[in-house]
C-alpha cells in the first residue's frame, strides 16, 4: 500500500476520575494518535505510553521523538505490503515498543480496511464476544474500594482486580473478599513488592485470588520463578513480557502461570499475536490488559482479545469508565452479561469522531518520507 501521508497528533483528554497504581496517579491523559493515510483509506493507531516512564521506559515525549524523528519518516518511505510486515521495516531502531505499535497497528487497520473484513478476523479472531473485567485504582479509603467493586459488579464486569501495593492489599482483599464472597478477584502490583516480601506475598493465597500479577521487577523472570514455587496463587506477568522470547523464556522458568498481553508493550499486534500463539501452544492462558486507552487503543484491544487463547476477561472496559465523551462513534459498551461485542464491520467497527479530534488536539505533526541507510 502507498502511504500518502502520515499525521501525528497529541490530544487531551481528562480521564472521568484519577487512576491511581503502585507508581502514581493519572488525572489526565495525553493521548498520541497517528493517522496514516493510504489510497483514499485512513488508519489509527494509538500510543499507550503513561505520561511519564514508570510502567516502562517510554513516555508519551519519547515516543513523539521517536515518531517524529524515526520510524514516522522511514516508513513514510515505505509500502508496506500489510501490518505483519512493519516490525522488519522498523526493526532498526532499537526497543521503543510502544512507539513502534502505534505506527504498525495503523498499517494493520488499514488493512482491514482494504481487504474489507474486520480487523479481528484480519488477526485470526474467532470469538463473536469477550469477558471483560475492570481495572479498579488505589482508592482513598477501602469504604470508597467496596463501593466502586459493588458498582462494577452491578454493572456485570466478570472480574475484578485490584490495584495494590505494600500497605493497600490484605486488609483491602479481606474486606473486598468478606463482601463479595463469589466474585473472581484478582491482584495487580505494577512490581512494588520484592523477593522478601516473599511470605508476606504468600498470605494472599488466603483470598482464592485468580492471580497476582507482575509483584516483582518489571525485568525480571528469575525471581518470579522462585516466588512462583512458593505461592498457590497464579502469577501473571504483565511488564516482564516483552515478547515471544520472553513469554518463551517466562513459561521455560515457570515464572509465571497466565499472561498479560497489551500491545504497546510488545510492540505491536505481529508480536501480540506471537506471545498468543506461543502461550496457547503451552496451555497458558493470556488476556488483554489495557493503559487507560481512548476509543482508537480500545478498538485494538477488543479485536486483539477475539483470539481463541483470550480465555480470561481483559482489562478492556466501557468508554463511559475513562471518558465523559469518547472519540469514536459507537462508544464502547459493556453488556450486562460483562461482554463487548465484537463488530463485523469492515476495520476497527468505530468510527473516529474527526471533529471531536481535532478539536482535543494540542499538536500536530506531518511525517514526510525519508529513506534510512542501514
Ligand atoms: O498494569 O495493567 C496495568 C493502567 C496504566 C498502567 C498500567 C496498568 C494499568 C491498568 C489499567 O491496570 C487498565 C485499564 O483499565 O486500562
Ligand atoms: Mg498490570
Wanted: net charge negative; with cysteine.
Amino acid at each position: 500500500m502507498k502511504i500518502d501521508a502520515i499525521f501525528l497528533r497529541e490530544l487531551n483528554l481528562p480521564l472521568v476520575k484519577p487512576f491511581q497504581t503502585s507508581f502514581g496517579v493519572t488525572k489526565d491523559r495525553r493521548v498520541v494518535l497517528a493517522e496514516v493515510h493510504s489510497e483514499g483509506l485512513v488508519g489509527w493507531g494509538e500510543c499507550t505510553a503513561g505520561e511519564h516512564p514508570h510502567f516502562s521506559e517510554e513516555s508519551v515525549d519519547s515516543c513523539w521523538q521517536v515518531i517524529v524523528d524515526e520510524l514516522g519518516p522511514t516508513l513514510a518511505a515505505c509500502e508496506p505490503e500489510n501490518g505483519g510486515e512493519v516490525p522488519r521495516l522498523l526493526g532498526l531502531v532499537r526497543g521503543n515498543r510502544m512507539a513502534k505499535a502505534t505506527l504498525e497497528n495503523a498499517i494493520w487497520d488499514l488493512e482491514a480496511q482494504r481487504v474489507g473484513i474486520s480487523l479481528s478476523e484480519l488477526l485470526g479472531g474467532t470469538r463473536e464476544r469477550i469477558p471483560c473485567g475492570v481495572s479498579i485504582g488505589i482508592q482513598s479509603s477501602i469504604a470508597e474500594t467496596l463501593e466502586v467493586v459493588g458498582r462494577e459488579v452491578a454493572a456485570g464486569y466478570q472480574r475484578i482486580k485490584l490495584k495494590c501495593k505494600p500497605g493497600w492489599d490484605v486488609e483491602v482483599f479481606e474486606r473486598v473478599r468478606h463482601r463479595f464472597p463469589e466474585i473472581t478477584l484478582s491482584c495487580d502490583a505494577n512490581s512494588a513488592y520484592r523477593l522478601k516480601d516473599a511470605d508476606h506475598l504468600a498470605t494472599f493465597d488466603q483470598f482464592d485470588l485468580l492471580m497476582v500479577e507482575q509483584p516483582l521487577w518489571a525485568d525480571d523472570f528469575y525471581f518470579h520463578s522462585m516466588l512462583q514455587k512458593r505461592l498457590d496463587t497464579a502469577i501473571c506477568l504483565d511488564e516482564s513480557i516483552r515478547n515471544r522470547r520472553d513469554a518463551l523464556a517466562a513459561i521455560e522458568m515457570e515464572s509465571c502461570r497466565i499472561i498479560n498481553i497489551k500491545l504497546g508493550r510488545v510492540g505491536g499486534f505481529s508480536e501480540a499475536i506471537a506471545v498468543h500463539n506461543a502461550a496457547y501452544e503451552r496451555g497458558i492462558p493470556v488476556w488483554c490488559g489495557g493503559m487507560l486507552e481512548s476509543g482508537i487503543g480500545r478498538s485494538h484491544n477488543i479485536a486483539l482479545s477475539s483470539l481463541p487463547n483470550f480465555t480470561l476477561p481483559g482489562d478492556v472496559s466501557a468508554s463511559k469508565r475513562y471518558w465523559t465523551e469518547d472519540i469514536i462513534e459507537p462508544e464502547v459498551t459493556v453488556t450486562s452479561a460483562g461482554e463487548i461485542e465484537i463488530s463485523q464491520e469492515p476495520g476497527r467497527g468505530y468510527a473516529v469522531k474527526t471533529d471531536l479530534v481535532e478539536r482535543l488536539t494540542v499538536r500536530k505533526e506531518e511525517i514526510r518520507a525519508r529513506i534510512t541507510v542501514a
